[in-house]
Nanobody
Framework: QVQLVESGGGLVQAGGSLRLSCAAS????????MAWFRQAPGKEREFVGT????????DYTNSVKGRFTISRDNPKNTVYLQMNSLKPEDTAVYYC????????????????WGQGTPVTVSS
């Protein structure tokens, strides 16, 4: 049974940092590109960023470029999202997801999803 479990969310002040983790089980992580999405209250789930299987390529949505960094540790079957200079508009539930195809930005391209971890940025 495949599971993706996010952790590391919480409450932080604007300008602060958080690091989210996504621990995978039941699959070999190096076979998948991974991504982070987020969903704010009343809004659709949106793409945040993605990383290819080896960690050599990443891509981000414009609103987080220069502030967020995705990384992965395949032997540990874990993906990370380092979030710096957080803004109130980053408040959302953050989800990790797995896909065989790198740089897919549509939710429908992703095979496996975690349950999400909430991030709240206060002003």
């Amino acid at each position: 049974q495949v599971q993706l479990v996010e952790s590391g969310g919480g409450l932080v002040q604007a300008g602060g940092s958080l690091r989210l983790s996504c621990a995978a089980s039941g699959l070999t992580l190096r076979n998948y590109a991974m991504a982070w999405f987020r969903q704010a209250p009343g809004k659709e789930r949106e793409f945040v960023g993605t990383i290819n299987w080896s960690g050599s390529m990443m891509d981000y949505t414009n609103s987080v470029k220069g502030r967020f960094t995705i990384s992965r540790d395949n032997p540990k079957n874990t993906v990370y999202l380092q979030m710096n200079s957080l803004k109130p508009e980053d408040t959302a539930v953050y989800y990790c997801a797995a896909t065989p195809t790198y740089n897919a930005r549509r939710t429908g391209s992703y095979v496996y999803w975690g349950q999400g971890t909430p991030v709240t940025v206060s002003s």
